[in-house]
């Protein structure tokens, strides 16, 4: 099956930098990569989501690139503002499935004012 | 705005009993998840269904099972509730393609 490793599992950064959040996947038929955000006590909100067919999507301060060939994707967060902190999940498709994604286990972000 | 609601927020059961989680998404999604959420571990799926009547286990089906009814409306099950049930219980809900918008949470604790 599918697993997904994701890195790092903390990250403090000063507001106003930048944040990457990395994650690899194993299964090569994957071509669903979305990425949750959920606040403390809060449901995971999806934020940005990428396809296999294009490399790099952009939402305002967010992004999201994908490499196919190495089997990783990024999640680039700029500008960083408090309300940022949260805990980041990456996850893919299972074999190219609609339905079944297996999740990172997570990044806590802190935004320090 | 999809609104994917929860029977409870939180939840105390003593060890044996059966347990009952509901669902229920307002937006006719077709699929539906039970995810359960623990430190450290992330969020793992335990049941998944794709239209009314069926089901696909997920990555931790052990324990649990699942009840579609209505295409609306998602039950999960713990036939014989253990203390290694005690979690936070994710339901969510998904068009064909995209990803799932999650409910509020059941938090389950088992004594």
């Known amino acids: 099956g599918e697993n997904v490793e994701q890195h790092p599992s903390t990250l403090s950064v000063q507001e106003g930098d930048s944040a990457v959040i990395k994650c690899t996947y194993s299964?090569?038929?994957?071509?669903?990569f979305p990425w949750y955000k959920q606040e403390l006590g809060k449901r995971p909100q999806l934020i940005i989501d990428?396809?296999?067919?294009?490399g790099e999507k952009k939402d305002q301060r967010i992004a999201v690139t994908l490499n196919k060939t190495a089997k990783h994707f990024s999640l680039h967060i700029t500008e960083t503002q408090p309300e940022d902190s949260a805990v980041y999940f990456c996850?893919?498709?299972?074999?190219?499935?609609?339905?079944?994604?297996?999740f990172g286990k997570g990044t806590l972000l802190t935004v320090n004012p | 705005d999809v609104k994917v609601t929860q029977s409870s927020r939180y939840l105390v059961k003593r060890t044996g009993e059966k347990v009952f989680l509901e669902c229920v998404q307002d937006?006719?999604?077709?699929?539906m998840f039970w995810y359960r959420q623990d430190p450290g571990l992330g969020l793992r799926l335990i049941y998944f269904?794709?239209?009314?009547?069926?089901?696909e286990k997920g990555d931790i089906p052990e324990g649990y099972s699942v009840s579609r009814e209505k295409k609306e409306r998602f039950s999960l099950i713990l036939e014989s509730a253990s203390t290694n049930q005690t979690s936070m219980y994710l339901c969510?809900?998904?068009?064909?393609?995209?990803?799932?918008?999650f409910g509020p949470g059941t938090r389950l604790t088992v004594l």
């Open positions: 969510a809900s998904s068009q064909t393609s995209g990803g799932p918008f």
């Open positions: 299964d090569s038929a994957s071509n669903y």
């Open positions: 990428i396809r296999s067919n294009v």
């Open positions: 996850a893919a498709n299972s074999g190219g499935s609609n339905y079944k994604l297996t």
């Open positions: 937006m006719d999604h077709e699929n």
């Open positions: 269904s794709y239209d009314v009547k069926m089901k």
